[in-house]
T-cell receptor
């Protein structure tokens, strides 16, 4: 059974703190993604990675960075948390079908999410 | 204008009803389309891909209208368990391995 796990379900941090969100997948997927989900705005892509040490900015990368040192693990880092980063954070992974710049899209498998509150 | 637009609902329908959702997308060059389902307080899961010729999976039918740039999802014989938020998903940029999610349409099936 496919599985994407996230390090915490709930997290409370203070403004200015450095925050690490961890995501691990056990499906040997090449692609991994970080999204945030807010009411009325849906899922918005923060960063994604299609290979170890490779990353690409999504639609809202400001205030975030990522790290992918191993294929199964993709970390999201908030260098200095702010209240507007309070959100639900979802990690996902998928197979790479074709090449990194062309090909089709395979199903994305999501983790259970981390509800982050920044006070 | 949002890149992927959906009516947020909620659509309140009785059990057994047929219900349809539409989703419009802004990039005429988009090639890949999906419907995901998200239950309350759960993660999204793939419901079905949408193919050019339309496709059916049991009670669910998905269609693509390229000329008008929308996709649709039809649910027949609604069940209580169909209550969820349905997310329209589109690839908006060729050569980029990322998808754009709509904000979802909420369906509530009532007994």
């Amino acid at each position: 059974d496919v599985k994407v796990t996230q390090s915490s379900r709930y997290l409370v941090k203070r403004t200015g703190e450095k925050v690490f969100l961890e995501c691990v997948q056990d499906m040997d997927h090449e692609n991994m993604f970080w999204y945030r989900q807010d009411p009325g705005l849906g899922l918005r892509l923060i960063y994604f990675s299609y290979d170890v040490k490779m990353k690409e900015k999504g639609d809202i990368p400001e205030g975030y960075s990522v790290s992918r040192e191993k294929k199964e693990r993709f970390s999201l880092i908030l260098e200095s948390a702010s209240t507007n980063q309070t959100s639900m954070y979802l990690c996902a992974s998928s197979l790479l079908v074709g090449t990194a710049t062309s090909g089709s899209f395979d199903e994305q498998f999501f983790g259970p999410g981390t509800r982050l509150t920044v006070l | 204008r949002k890149e992927v637009e959906q009516d947020p609902g909620p659509f309140n329908v009785p059990e057994g009803a047929t219900v349809a959702f539409n989703c419009t997308y802004s990039n005429s060059a988009s090639q890949s389309f999906f419907w995901y389902r998200q239950d309350c307080r759960k993660e999204p899961k793939l419901l079905m891909s949408v193919y050019s010729s339309g496709n059916e999976d049991g009670r669910f039918t998905a269609q693509l209208n390229r000329a008008s740039q929308y996709i649709s999802l039809l649910i027949r014989d609604s069940k209580l368990s169909d209550s969820a938020t349905y997310l329209c998903v589109v690839n908006m940029e060729m050569g980029r391995r990322a998808l754009t999610f709509g904000s979802g349409t909420r369906l509530q099936v009532q007994p």
